[in-house]
């Protein structure tokens, strides 16, 4: 299986300042015949289901805000956000859909500080 | 608009079962890989269960396999999850997720997600 590590587990940053969240898959998760990198990154605020933030890594999914964006290869994986605002507030998970079972990261507590 | 209603949650005592249910519209169903996700309360995001669009490719967690059964119907637009001697740590809301893009035989991020089901084991 392949285990997903995010950190930190929580976080706290001030109104427009820069947030980043880190995920490490135990082994890649990058697809070799067609370079692409089977990791996603989800938002999830209290009493609602997750969303989708960003896919293949660096896509951003459609509608959200690009202040949201994703990076990394291989094992190595992080999410940006570059002015937090306050309706960031959430939970936040890293998951990779390489191959089953597939497994999301612990998640991260995104707090204002 | 992309939606999918999950039903049938609700209490049951350890050993039981239940069947979960997830009615989608606003795309063409049969297109589309499904997945059941549930969350304990409190906790994180687990993955259950994978269906491909034509039934073809099933894989369950192993902390479901041999008590869980996904299944979907295409032409009802519907998606189940049967499950079987349930145990309390089975409790958790069960979301109902369809991928980001048709099948194609990889897999893909979850696009959509149901607003869940809670199913509490306890007696």
């Known amino acids: 299986d392949i285990v997903m590590t995010q950190f930190p587990d929580s976080l706290a940053v001030s109104l427009g300042e820069r947030a980043t969240i880190n995920c490490k898959s135990s082994?890649?998760?990058?697809?070799?015949?067609?370079?692409?990198?089977?990791l996603a990154w989800y938002q999830q605020k209290p009493g609602q289901p997750p969303k989708l933030l960003i896919y293949?890594?660096?896509t951003r999914e459609s509608g959200v805000p690009d202040r949201f964006s994703g990076s990394g290869s291989g094992t190595d994986f992080t999410l940006t956000i570059s002015s937090l605002q306050a309706e960031d507030v959430a939970f936040y998970y890293c998951?990779?859909?390489?191959?089953?079972?597939?497994?999301f990261g612990q998640g991260t507590r995104l707090q204002i500080k | 608009e992309v939606q999918l209603v999950e039903s049938g949650g609700g209490l049951v005592q350890p050993g039981g079962s239940l069947r979960l249910s997830c009615a989608a519209s606003?795309?063409?169903?049969?297109?589309?890989?499904m997945k059941w996700v549930r969350q304990a309360p409190g906790k994180g995001l687990e993955w259950v269960s994978y269906?491909?669009?034509?039934?073809?490719?099933?894989y369950y967690a192993d902390s479901v396999k041999g008590r869980f059964t996904i299944s979907r119907d295409n032409a009802k637009n519907s998606l189940y999850l049967e499950m079987n001697t349930l145990r309390a740590g089975d409790t958790a809301v069960y979301y109902c997720?369809?991928?980001?893009?048709?099948?194609?035989?990889?897999?893909?991020?979850?696009?959509?997600w149901g607003q869940g089901t809670l199913v509490t084991v306890s007696s």
């Open positions: 997720a369809r991928e980001r893009f048709p099948y194609s035989g990889n897999f893909y991020a979850i696009g959509y």
């Open positions: 606003g795309f063409t169903f049969s297109s589309y890989s």
């Open positions: 269906i491909s669009s034509s039934t073809s490719t099933i």
């Open positions: 082994q890649s998760v990058l697809y070799s015949s067609n370079n692409k990198n089977y």
């Open positions: 293949w890594a660096s």
């Open positions: 998951q990779q859909y390489y191959s089953t079972p597939i497994t």
